[in-house]
């Protein structure tokens, strides 16, 4: 099943300025099994070598947040300074089964292999992300020729994307061993800030012809700072009870 709500508001303070609180979220769950057999052996044969049978469950859950805080603070239609807040949240946790029950019925699979054999594997995975973006812009026509505008954005970001697998050679996934090839889990933090200030400057162009109007020419002069930052690990196995 699955659930999914969102809500916004408007606080209108003064005649120039303005708050905004907005938020989403989506709840789900899901839950299934299947069940598949594969045959094994030579075409024209009557009967087959051995059958694979594999059953898959899959049962888990997921949770969005995500939440939005804004400023507008309006001087006049050509002053303007707008600051904006949001954060984001990712969960999921997922348990995935897969059995396997192999029955041989010709040789040489009989004499070199047991006539029957089951292969457990239980791969687990506990998704865990999180986002931060902060944004602020600023806007000023300071002339009719002149106009000033800065901003910033900043992205803050941890990723935990485990994937483990466990093994059994028993029905019911009891004395599970690691199985340490197919390890696979990968945490990073990153943070990316950027400032821009941009000056606007319009100058008349010559003109085309002798009677022709002046026209402007817009050049500007910006300047721009990008600051970014990352870190990740590989560390040991963790359960669900341990991912942050």
């Keep these: 099943g699955g659930l999914f709500g969102r809500a916004g508001l408007t606080w209108h303070i003064t005649d120039k300025d303005d708050i905004s609180l907005s938020g989403m979220t ?9 069940t598949t057999p594969y045959h094994y052996g030579t075409i024209g044969n009557d009967t087959d070598d051995y059958i694979m049978t594999r059953t898959t469950s899959s049962d888990g859950d997921m949770q969005m947040y995500h ?17 904006v ?7 999921s946790d997922n348990d ?8 041989y019925f ?5 004499s070199t292999t047991p006539a029957q ?3 457990y594997q239980y791969r687990p995975s506990f998704i865990n992300n999180r986002n931060f973006e902060t944004k602020l812009e600023y806007e000023n026509q300071l002339t009719d020729n002149l106009k000033l505008e800065a901003g910033y954005n900043g992205t803050f970001a941890h990723e935990n994307t485990p994937q483990e697998s466990w093994l059994s050679d028993s029905a019911d996934g009891s004395n599970l061993t690691e199985e340490k090839t197919f390890f ?13 200030a941009k000056l606007i400057r319009k100058k008349p162009l010559p003109p085309s012809t002798p009677n022709s109007l002046p026209r402007l020419r817009p050049s500007c002069a910006s300047c721009v700072i990008l600051c970014q930052s990352s870190s ?11 991912i942050i």
């Excluded at 939440?67 to 600051?83: A, I, M, N, R």
């Excluded at 995935?96 to 029955?103: A, G, I, M």
């Excluded at 010709?106 to 009989?110: C, D, G, S």
């Design 67 to 83: 939440g939005e805080l804004g400023y507008d603070h309006q001087w006049s239609d050509k002053h303007k300074l707008k600051f």
């Design 85 to 91: 807040f949001s954060a984001n949240k990712w969960k």
């Design 96 to 103: 995935n089964t897969y059995l396997d029950q192999t029955v």
């Design 184 to 196: 696979n889990r990968f945490i990073a933090s990153s943070t990316v800030a950027l400032g821009q």
């Design 117 to 119: 054999s089951t292969v």
């Design 106 to 110: 010709l040789e040489p699979f009989k």
């Design 232 to 242: 990740s690990e590989r560390p040991k196995p963790l359960k669900s009870s341990h």
């Design 26 to 34: 989506m709840q789900g769950d899901h839950k299934s099994s299947n």
